[in-house]
């Protein structure tokens, strides 16, 4: 047992264990309300404006919505695949996995300015100058952008988390397989692609069937 892993006040890894994961979940369901209460206003704005929203929908840019989607897929894989090589011992596996998701997750930001580059260009914010003229067209992109942006910091926060138990178990490997860390962590970036995976549809595929 790594004395280094098991923090006070629990006396057992397993014990710590079981209550890390419970206290995740507990965040991630106040998260669950969170963005929750943001896709009940965009169905019910979409139920307004039909059309409109259609007709925004179809100026989102497809490409760096469909990259994008693929990256953080792949992203979940490697981080699935390094959380398992941790539980099983196998620390140098780990130690590949972790670093593949965080910069899976950076491409994706990176990715994700370029495309709000293109969106500025096109003068798609909210407000004066903004293009399109179907009424609604305004409530979808400022749905766009508040979705995305704050998809786009939960990213940046698991991106953090996932660095963070490479540099943790730099100087002593089996950390990994004791420490909860590495399963509170996969849930987290794990609920960050479920969130994209429903923004993905809602923002880049309407109005292009």
Same mark, same amino acid.
């Given at each position: 047992?790594?004395? /280094?892993?098991?923090? /006070? ?9 079981? &209550? *890390? ?7 991630? #369901?106040?998260?669950? +309300?969170?963005?929750? *209460? ?16 259609? *007709?925004? #929908?179809?100026?989102?840019?497809? $490409?760096?919505? &469909? ?9 979940? @894989? ?10 099983? #011992?196998? &620390?140098?596996? *780990?130690?590949?996995? @972790? =670093? ?17 580059? /293109? ?16 009424? #609604? ?6 749905? $766009? ?9 939960? +990213? ?16 002593? !490997?089996?950390?990994?397989? /004791? &420490? =909860? ?6 849930? $987290? ?10 923004? @993905? =549809?809602?923002?880049?595929? !309407?109005?292009?069937?």
């Amino acid at each position: 047992m790594n004395s /280094d892993a098991l923090r /006070d006040p629990w006396t057992s890894l397993e014990r710590q264990r079981e &209550s *890390a994961i419970f206290g995740m979940w507990l965040f991630l #369901g106040t998260e669950v +309300l969170f963005f929750g *209460a943001m896709f009940a206003g965009y169905s019910v704005y979409r139920f307004l404006h039909p059309a409109a929203f259609l *007709a925004a #929908g179809r100026e989102t840019n497809i $490409y760096f919505g &469909s990259i994008n989607n693929f990256v953080l897929l792949t992203s979940s @894989f490697a981080m699935a695949a390094g959380t398992l090589a941790a539980r099983e #011992g196998l &620390s140098r596996f *780990a130690r590949i996995c @972790f =670093p593949v998701t965080a910069a899976l997750g950076t491409l994706f930001l990176i990715l994700k300015v370029f495309e709000y580059k /293109d969106d500025l260009k096109k003068h798609l914010v909210p407000g004066p100058g903004f293009p399109l003229p179907q009424s #609604g067209a305004e409530i979808f992109w400022t749905f $766009y952008w508040i979705m995305t942006l704050i998809h786009a910091a939960h +990213l940046l926060i698991g991106v953090g988390a996932v660095l963070r138990l490479q540099m943790a178990s730099r100087e002593d !490997p089996e950390w990994l397989k /004791d &420490s =909860p860390s590495a399963e509170v962590t996969a849930l $987290y970036w794990h609920f960050v692609d479920v969130i994209w995976v429903v923004l @993905f =549809p809602l923002l880049y595929l !309407p109005g292009r069937s």
